[in-house]
């Protein structure tokens, strides 16, 4: 079930109309069946694969506190089974393809495995349960009811953000409440979402769809599209979030933020500290920090954090350009930290520079760092590796004048559609933060007309080519 | 029954305060009404699809092709989109067939526009070819709302009368779901399909013209993009056009009475023509024929079925092995170099109807 279906919106106000006239227990118990009926709605045997990981994990945990000396074996259970199911709905084809590659045989006709929507999500929400157990930083639970809501939980299943169990699973087992601040600010969420996926993401993505569907694009032209991409994935992703941050709070739940003003980063650290967050801290916690972080030397850092990127765009999809996106953006982390080793001075240096100057320098900071992020996301969206040789061999110079109109219309089209989110960002980063809050009566008017402008703008922009959300496929 | 303790939902102002926001959602756009009141829009007539749009300007109905076939009297007529474009060489069919052959052809048409060319061109040009074949992938054949949406209808307007009932009545069944009905009922009330139609090209044009003032160098420049993004500079990408039948819509006995087949047949019965529908094979894999799941298989048996007993002929080219994959550009569109070799196989295995 996708959210921007009447099918959702039903579904939603029955749930929750529901929910509210049950006592906690009873609410679980409709919330994992509304859970399953979402997750199962198009696929039922979706539900099979849920259902697996849920019993392995909670058997896992019970058997770590059952039998100690065991922990091991069953934390090994947790991963083997959890990235086994990962692993082959995910990645065999693209191993069985290689490997043919590699030993230069004629291609098999690949097995046709549809990849479940979500897995990736819940798989590793799950093993955060199982690993935060075995560090004895949890308790296992004994409510299998409760694990299967944490795990399955319906607004953030398909698509994050990704909750961690000592988060999401205390929020299970006390009672919830819905304050006006929850409904009010859920409601607010839930709008600026359908406006960002629907006016936003759909429209500049058309933009991006017919520019990478070019067979010989020129340079104005490809980075007009990679620009209209960066929007479309922000817009489109952070939309999924909100959307789920504001159902989630209607159901008096809280769910962690995702995305922090991403294209407002000023540098490669600060941009993985405000993208993809929840992503992000989980390979920090479970993988980076393991490996030994930063503990053991220089050469060892920068091998955790290649690994660990590598790992993270492997995640994104079983592909090479997402192997290459993530690997870009960890040598881009060692990189600017060894640029820091190598003039250790710099921040004396920045003290010493005049009043004036700070703004200037932050500006170019910004867009230095935005720029690198729209290589990435070339690398992340062009999925034919000969393709991504060919567009950073572009010249600039080479582009004819059509071309450089073009490219220069393209690039103001995607950006007046992403205005709305540029001066959200904007205003959030340098003026204030989010103001959620609103204690007074006009305050809660100009939010209800915001809104209001939100379905109006959604009823005319609407794109005609409706997308799904870019991270159901992941 | 479970008592609500009152700390757990909000009441009372709390709840005049979730009130206030959901009727401000509710009212702020009718705002768009009181924009479209001052737009002067181009004249607008009602729609020949009231099922699926509201009044708005069209492009006349286009009577030159009855008047070409009338005078060509083909022998044969093939109607469909660019899997029939980029298969049939008409030079080739003709010289094979000893007949005039009229393709009537649109890239990105579906069902709606074959439908309407059948009945509206070919039928009442009143020519009387040995067959008329009209090529689909899959299920498009059943599926109406198949390139529907409102960038292809400017294609069906060429083709369509002031009123077409029958066409507009089978839309009807398939928008009759409460998601159609509850967008109507919201454009309707609050005027936004009118908007839509002038807000958009105007926001577009504007930024354009900032780029660009002169009026006659802008017209140039939106022109030249249209080729700098037309099908000929597209890469050859295999998912360029697979668009994968979707299992739900492999359901023949749900669609079958609402779609235009049994239209089509009935029509052509009824002017004595023969139908046949030919279903192009998809792009092979690995050496293969394409993937067919089971439903879309059983989908097939009941097309084949349905159409042979109301007199039509379907012709299936999945499985044929003369189809290869080297035959394939991008998708399931065959290159320009084998298009006079699936003439020939096509004119082979249909030769019967050729005689």
Not at chain 1, 372 to 386: P, V
Not at chain 1, 444 to 470: H, K, M, N, P
Request: charged share 20%; glycine share 6%; hydrophobic share 50%.
């Amino acid at each position: 079930m996708i959210f921007h279906s009447l099918d959702f919106i039903i579904f939603f106000i029955l749930v929750a109309s529901a929910y509210w006239s049950l006592p906690r227990r009873g609410q679980n118990v409709l919330l994992f069946g509304a859970s399953y009926f979402f997750y199962g709605y198009v696929h039922p045997w979706f539900l099979i694969l849920i259902a697996t990981s849920t019993a392995i994990d909670y058997c896992a945990a019970r058997g770590m506190e059952a039998w100690p000396d065991r922990k091991k074996g069953f934390l090994w259970l947790s991963i083997v089974s959890n990235f086994g199911m990962l692993g082959f709905f995910k990645y065999f084809n693209f191993f069985v393809e290689n490997v043919e590659h590699l030993l230069g045989g004629a291609p098999h006709p690949a097995l046709r495995i549809l990849l479940p929507v979500g897995i990736s999500f819940y798989t590793f929400q799950a093993m955060s349960y199982t690993i935060d157990v075995y560090r004895g930083e949890l308790r296992a639970r004994r409510s299998l009811l409760d694990v299967a809501v944490f795990i399955s939980f319906f607004p953030h299943l398909v698509a994050g953000p990704i909750q961690r169990a000592s988060f999401l699973l205390p929020q299970v087992e006390e009672e919830r409440r819905l304050t006006v601040e929850k409904a009010r600010s859920g409601f607010l969420l839930i709008c600026w979402g359908f406006f960002k996926k629907l006016v936003i993401a759909d429209n500049v993505g058309v933009i991006a769809n017919k520019v990478f569907a070019l067979q010989d694009p020129s340079f104005p032209i490809l980075w007009a599209g990679v620009f209209a991409f960066a929007m479309q994935i922000y817009a489109d992703f952070s939309a999924y979030t909100d959307i789920a941050r504001g159902t989630s709070r209607w159901l008096g739940f809280e769910l962690t933020e995702n995305f922090a003003h991403p294209y407002l980063a000023r540098s490669p650290s600060d941009f993985w500290r405000r993208w993809n967050i929840s992503l992000s801290t989980w390979f920090r916690d479970y993988v980076y920090l393991p490996l030994g972080g930063s503990r053991a030397g220089h050469a060892a850092w920068a091998r955790n954090i290649l690994l660990t990127f590598v790992l993270s765009g492997l995640w994104h999809g079983a592909s090479w350009n997402y192997v290459l996106w993530g690997t870009y953006h960890g040598l881009l982390l060692v990189l600017t930290r060894a640029r820091g080793m190598l003039s250790p001075a710099r921040p004396a240096a920045s003290r010493a520079l005049p009043a004036f100057a700070v703004p200037v320098l932050t500006i170019l900071q910004i867009a230095g760092m935005f720029v690198l992020t729209l290589i990435g996301w070339l690398l992340f969206r062009e999925t034919e590796l000969s393709a991504i040789g060919r567009d950073l061999r572009l010249s600039p110079f080479a582009a004819t004048a059509l071309d450089r109109q073009a490219g220069l219309y393209l690039f103001a089209l995607a950006l007046v559609y992403s205005m709305p989110l540029w001066i959200h960002s904007l205003w959030a980063e340098f003026v204030g933060p989010d103001t959620e809050g609103a204690r007074s009566w006009p305050q809660l008017a100009l939010q209800g007309i915001a809104c209001g402008l939100a379905f109006a703008a959604i009823l005319v922009f609407r794109s005609r080519t409706s997308l799904d959300f870019i991270y159901f496929q992941f | 029954m479970h008592r609500l303790s009152a700390s757990r939902i909000p009441s009372g102002k709390a709840a005049a305060q979730i009130g206030l926001l959901i009727a401000l959602l509710l009212t702020v756009p009718f705002a768009i009404r009181v924009v479209n009141a001052w737009h002067h829009d181009v004249p607008e007539t009602p729609s020949y699809l009231p099922a699926l749009e509201g009044p708005r300007a069209r492009d006349a109905f286009d009577a030159t092709p009855v008047r070409d076939l009338a005078r060509m009297n083909p022998g044969y007529v093939i109607i469909g989109d660019s899997m029939a474009g980029t298969r049939i060489d008409p030079r080739r069919l003709t010289e094979l067939a000893g007949q005039p052959i009229a393709p009537l052809l649109h890239p990105g048409s579906g069902p709606a526009w074959w439908y309407l060319v059948l009945k509206n061109w070919v039928i009442a040009s009143q020519v009387r070819p040995r067959c008329v074949f009209i090529f689909f992938r899959d299920t498009n054949l059943t599926n109406v709302m198949f390139r529907l949406d409102e960038q292809f209808r400017w294609m069906v307007d060429f083709a369509a009368h002031e009123r077409e009932d029958e066409l507009n009545s089978v839309i009807a069944t398939r928008t009759e779901g409460p998601w159609f009905r509850l967008a109507g009922t919201f454009e309707s009330i609050y005027g936004a399909g009118r908007a839509r139609r002038w807000i958009e090209p105007a926001l577009t044009q504007a930024v354009g013209r900032t780029l660009i003032p002169s009026r006659r160098q802008h017209a140039a420049f939106m022109s030249s993009m249209n080729a700098r993004f037309s099908l000929d500079h597209l890469r050859p990408m295999e998912a360029a056009d697979i668009q994968s039948a979707e299992e739900h819509d492999a359901d023949f006995g749900r669609y079958v009475n609402r779609s235009l087949l049994p239209l089509m047949l009935r029509d052509a019965k009824a002017a004595g023509l023969t139908l046949c529908f030919v279903r192009v094979q998809r792009r092979p894999e690995g050496g293969r024929p394409p993937y067919q799941s089971r439903a879309l298989r059983r989908y097939v048996t009941d097309l084949r079925a349905y159409i042979e007993s109301h007199g039509g002929i379907l012709h299936d080219d999945t499985g044929d092995t003369a189809l290869t994959l080297d035959m394939y550009a991008d998708g399931d569109h065959l290159a320009g170099t084998a298009r006079r070799l699936y003439t020939e196989i096509f004119f082979e295995r249909l030769k019967p109807l050729f005689k």
